[in-house]
């Protein structure tokens, strides 16, 4: 057993998390968002300076070959920071998958390229009319002459509005709710047929909904199996739910510090509210709650690259739905016990439960997982 | 003991139903059950709907143009009016400067501000909180210094309040001011009305979490007020925010609103799909609704107890405190089940989450969740 992270890890990290400090103000930030992109192609390409975007890249192609527990250092400190920036997207889910399931044309074609800062990616999966669960697509794509021919329709795809490529996922055979019969495709943004409308979100980033139109796609646009594309789109899910449990800490932490601010600063009534003991307890409960949340998220990046599939999904959703819980409650505690503070625009507080808030909506809500666990529990 | 309404309450439900159905604008109903933000105009409409059929301002005394309304009548009115999708009325001026200026104020301010409140010609924002006071609303600060003249002399008004709700749309703000700084704080506040058009007010947008523009602060530099505009007796003030805040209690738990979400949610799950089938057959997120369905089954009863204990006692107690608590929980819970049942489509902004994000704000305002606890453990507990 051991819980110690290695030199150059820590190093990353601190690289990082002061690199954020510099570079990422809570007012910067603001600007980030208000641009045309939503977020800065400036700080993304000192990311890929830093070495962040090669994480999945392998080191035979240039890259760090980094591990889920190397996401997890990076995510915590994007948290703590509420970077805007597509790291999420382009290299954890879509840079992951293309590593674990790309051919090594398709890894040597777009890796490096995600690496150097160069392609941006977005994974098209969820559709109009399905809840979390991952095997509902109704999406299409029959055999064409030397490809594929793509329909359908896919809705909050996230980073989907500045994506350069899409990875779509479209039923090849099967029922719509079906297991098999699933495949994935790399498709380009700007192709004929694809129609992307992209909105902001609730947290201050963006996604998009994406129609396909007929959309042609040669055969080596194929990721991995036909049909099979099922355990790929899980795996890839579940490495970005451990990176989303790691940001969950991260922001957590801050708003811990934050509160813990507050309390000392506020005074009412001739004293600092922190010396209440009702509001000293409560904050107590946030940090014991996240103290719990990093375990998982630690539980979550170790088995995340775990090779028995039922033992990662078990451990992700048993973390994803821990995390949602105590995310939830230590984002509500910290806006009451800002009092009004935490409900204006103005102070980052309501921006970190905001984003705590869609983290938890994403790839499956702490219910949905809850479900999951609790459904397992029947077949021990 | 029994639990139902009276013959006459049933039949007054009934003409309040009527009236409500035959004329409530249909687009304003369809932004409110939308949880849409609301212009001055939506209210503004329905207040001049209200007080053409003499429903201005109902629990009023009659000789100021109120209705005669028991409490429960009231009740039903606020119940029948979240079901149908009316604007809640802004409580400003007709729940707290009005019973406030009817209780302690003199003719002239009756004859001067009553009428407009009435009505909604006059538009009222409440000049309380301060950067410093919240909670601890009597450490406020805001000064007005008398300054002697020729008629009598006016107040010179400086100072900030925050918070203020709809300033920015208002025509009088009603004011907590310090006019004595020795002795207790609470003795040397005085109750101040000010003209929102007087030179030297001016209000800053306060934007919330969700985007939205409800709230603001209020600048006061060097404004000068005239001494008729002084509720009552100067540093008495404190005395009638007490009576305002006890005042027009009946809908401070929601219940209404609360059953008007808890329909709207119910309908949400029944369209919304998880796995093909609809959301509401999802056992867990079922057993959620039922949990706050629960809640707000007990809240009614409670409301309904508390207004026959007003009504008999007419001494303000601690169920107002009771009610406030569950029932911004119960709003709460509300808007995070119907944020929840979105799924992913709760990510995108302008649709449904931001209710989820505002309704932070019900724990928070009108003396916060802790501040009610304090009460609760005073008067019923005695600690």
């Known amino acids: 057993m051991n819980f110690d992270y290695e030199e150059a890890q820590l190093a990353l990290q601190e690289t990082l998390r002061r690199f954020i400090g510099r570079e990422y103000g809570f007012e910067k930030r603001r600007t980030y968002i208000a641009s045309a992109d939503g977020f800065s192609r400036d700080v993304w390409s000192k990311f890929a300076d830093l070495g962040i975007l090669a994480m999945p890249c392998p080191s035979h192609l240039g890259g760090i070959g980094g591990t889920a527990v190397d996401t997890m250092l990076v995510m915590e400190i994007l948290g703590r920071g509420l970077v805007v920036e597509p790291y999420l997207t382009t290299v954890v889910l879509c840079g ?27 994974l098209g999966h969820h559709e109009p009319g399905t809840r979390y669960e991952l095997n509902h697509v109704a999406t299409r794509a029959r055999p064409a002459s030397d490809g594929y021919v793509i329909d359908g329709a896919k809705s909050v795809v996230l980073g989907g509005d500045t994506a350069d490529k899409l990875i779509v996922s479209a039923r090849t055979s099967g029922d719509v709710r079906d297991v098999l019969g699933l495949s994935l495709f790399i498709v380009d943004a700007t192709a004929p047929g694809v129609r992307v409308v992209g909105y902001p979100t609730q947290d201050g980033r963006r996604a998009a909904d994406i129609d396909l ?75 014991v709650a996240t103290e719990q949340a990093r375990s998982m998220a630690t539980l979550a990046a170790v088995r995340a690259d775990s090779h028995d599939s039922a033992e990662r999904r078990f451990a992700l959703s048993a973390a994803k739905a821990y995390v949602g819980q105590a995310a939830r409650r230590v984002g509500q505690e910290a806006v009451q016990l800002h009092g009004g503070m935490g409900v204006v625009d103005e102070f980052s507080v309501s921006h970190h439960f905001k984003r705590l808030t869609m983290i938890n909506a994403t790839f499956g809500d702490a219910d949905h997982h809850l479900g999951y666990v609790s459904e397992r529990l029947l077949a021990v | 003991m ?63 143009g109120g209705a005669g309304w028991t409490p429960i009548q009231q ?14 009325q802004l409580p400003f001026g007709p729940k707290m400067v009005g019973p406030v200026i009817i209780a302690f104020g003199n003719e002239f301010q009756r004859k001067r501000f009553l009428p407009g409140i009435a009505s909604g010609e006059d538009w009222w924002c409440q000049g309380f909180s301060e950067p410093g006071a919240g909670s601890d609303l009597a450490s406020l600060k805001m000064r007005a210094e008398r300054v002697p003249g020729p008629d009598g002399g006016h107040y010179l008004v400086n100072g900030q309040k925050t918070w203020t709700t709809y300033a920015h749309y208002a025509d009088w703000i009603f004011c907590l001011v310090r006019t004595r700084s020795d002795g207790r704080p609470q003795e040397g506040i005085s109750f101040l009305l000010v003209d929102m058009k007087t030179p030297g007010v001016s209000v800053r947008p306060i934007v919330m979490l969700d985007g939205g523009h409800e709230i603001n602060e209020v600048w006061f530099e060097n404004v000068e007020v005239p001494m008729r505009n002084l509720v009552g007796d100067e540093n008495r003030g404190w005395t009638y925010a007490k009576f305002l805040l006890d005042q027009e209690r ?16 119910k309908g949400i799950a029944r369209r919304e799909l998880d796995g093909g089938r609809p959301l509401i057959e999802n056992q867990r997120f079922r057993d959620r609704i039922a949990q706050v369905e629960l809640e707000l089954i007990a809240l009614e009863i409670t409301n309904l ?52 994000f505002n309704c932070r704000k019900t724990s928070i305002y009108g003396g916060s969740n802790e501040i009610q606890k304090n009460i609760i453990s005073r008067m019923i507990l005695g600690l």
């Not at chain 2, 401070?252 to 329909?263: E, N, Q, W």
């Open chain 2, 75 to 88: 009740f039903i009115f606020e119940e029948e009016s979240a079901d149908a999708g009316a604007p809640m």
């Open chain 1, 213 to 287: 139109a007929e959309v042609r796609v040669g055969a080596d646009a194929l990721v991995g199996q036909r049909d099979r594309a099922l355990p790929i789109i899980e795996r890839a899910i579940d490495h970005s739910i451990a990176a989303l449990c790691a940001e969950a800490v991260g922001i957590m932490s801050a708003l811990n510090e934050a509160t813990l601010e507050y309390l000392k600063v506020r005074t009412q009534f001739g004293q600092p509210i922190g010396s209440f003991q009702a509001l000293q307890h409560r904050m107590v409960d946030m940090v």
């Open chain 2, 250 to 265: 009946t809908d401070i738990a929601r219940v209404g609103r609360s059953k008007a979400a808890l329909k709207q949610l």
């Open chain 2, 305 to 356: 107890r508390a207004l026959s204990t007003m009504a008999k006692k007419r001494e303000p107690g601690p169920e107002p405190s009771l009610l406030k608590l569950k029932g911004s929980e119960i709003e709460q819970m509300l808007s995070e089940l119907m944020m929840q049942a979105l799924g992913h489509r709760s990510i995108p902004r302008g649709e449904g989450s931001g209710n989820y």
């Open chain 2, 2 to 64: 029994h639990l139902e309404f009276t013959p006459e309450e049933q039949d007054f439900r009934a003409v309040v139903r009527e009236f409500i159905d035959g004329n409530l604008p249909a687009e304003v109903a369809a932004r409110v059950n939308a949880r849409k933000p609301l212009g001055k105009d939506d209210f503004a409409r329905w207040q001049k709907i209200l007080h053409g059929r003499g429903w201005g301002v109902p629990t009023w005394p009659r000789e100021f």
């Open chain 1, 96 to 122: 992951g998958l293309i590593r674990d399931a790309g051919s090594d044309s398709q890894q040597g074609a777009l890796l490096p390229l995600i690496a150097e800062g160069d392609l941006l990616m977005a």
